[in-house]
C-alpha cells in the first residue's frame, strides 16, 4: 500500500559525500515521521536520523555535525545529506516511514525501503 524507493547510495572514499533519496508513494493519507536507518553485518539496526513532519529532526551522536536530514512534503521525499564520510558509515541504508493510509483512521504504520548499500573506503 506504501512504496517506498531509495536512490544514492554507492562506494565513496573517506571525507566524501552522498545524497540518499526516498519516495514514497501508494494509498497515503499523510506520512508523519520520516527516518533512516543503517544496518552493518553483525551490528544492531540503528537510527540514524529523523524528521518529523513539523521538520523536527534528532541524529545519531555518530552523525551529528556531518548529516542532514530534510523532507519535501510535496514530493513525499526524505532526503540524507552525508558528509566527511567515515569507513564507520559503511553499512546498509534504510528509509522508513510512518505513515497514515487512506481510510486508515488515526494508526499509522511503519514502512520501509529497500535499503541501499553504503561503502566508504579508507
Known amino acids: 500500500q506504501v512504496q517506498l524507493v531509495e536512490s544514492g547510495g554507492g562506494l565513496v572514499q573517506a571525507g566524501g559525500s552522498l545524497r540518499l533519496s526516498c519516495t514514497a508513494s501508494g494509498n497515503i493519507f499523510r506520512i508523519n515521521a520520516m527516518s533512516w536507518y543503517r544496518q552493518a553485518p553483525g551490528k544492531q539496526r540503528e537510527l540514524v536520523a529523523r524528521?518529523?513532519?513539523?521538520?523536527?529532526?534528532n541524529y545519531v551522536d555518530s552523525v551529528k555535525g556531518r548529516f542532514t536530514i530534510s523532507r519535501d512534503n510535496d514530493k513525499k521525499t526524505v532526503y540524507l545529506q552525508m558528509n566527511s564520510l567515515l569507513p564507520e558509515d559503511t553499512a546498509v541504508y534504510y528509509c522508513n516511514a510512518q505513515a497514515l493510509l487512506r481510510g486508515g483512521g488515526f494508526l499509522d504504520n511503519d514502512y520501509w525501503g529497500q535499503g541501499t548499500q553504503v561503502t566508504v573506503s579508507s
Open positions: 524528521i518529523t513532519s513539523g521538520a523536527s529532526t
